[in-house]
Nanobody
Framework: QVQLVESGGGLVQAGGSLRLSCAAS????????MGWFRQAPGKEREFVAA????????YYADSVKGRFTLSRDNAKNTGYLQMNSLKPEDTAVYYC?????????????????WGQGTQVTVSS
């Protein structure tokens, strides 16, 4: 069983930054891709970013490209989502997820374990 725990969310003003962390239990974290998704009230869950097992490949949604950076430390079983230049439309619950293979894309079906989420609120 894999458990994922997100942290680092909070309230920030527009233009500010936050760094989310995703801590994974179990040794399988380093063998899989990792993804981040978000869900705003009344909206469907949407893809934010993904990173390959090795960390050498990353994908970003167009809405966050150039502002968010996804990285991982396999030795610590932890992934990080650095979010800069935050906008009110970034307000959502952010979820990390473990990929089913070494590299995954934007489809939620490519991920098998999910964290419980962390709230990010960006005020204008």
């Amino acid at each position: 069983q894999v458990q994922l725990v997100e942290s680092g969310g909070g309230l920030v003003q527009a233009g500010g930054s936050l760094r989310l962390s995703c801590a994974a239990s179990g040794r399988t974290f380093s063998s899989s891709a990792m993804g981040w998704f978000r869900q705003a009230p009344g909206k469907e869950r949407e893809f934010v970013a993904a990173i390959s097992r090795s960390g050498g490949t990353t994908y970003y949604a167009d809405s966050v490209k150039g502002r968010f950076t996804l990285s991982r430390d396999n030795a610590k079983n932890t992934g990080y989502l650095q979010m800069n230049s935050l906008k009110p439309e970034d307000t959502a619950v952010y979820y990390c997820a473990r990929g089913r293979s070494v590299i995954e894309g934007a489809s939620p079906s490519g991920y098998d374990y999910w964290g419980q989420g962390t709230q990010v609120t960006v005020s204008s």
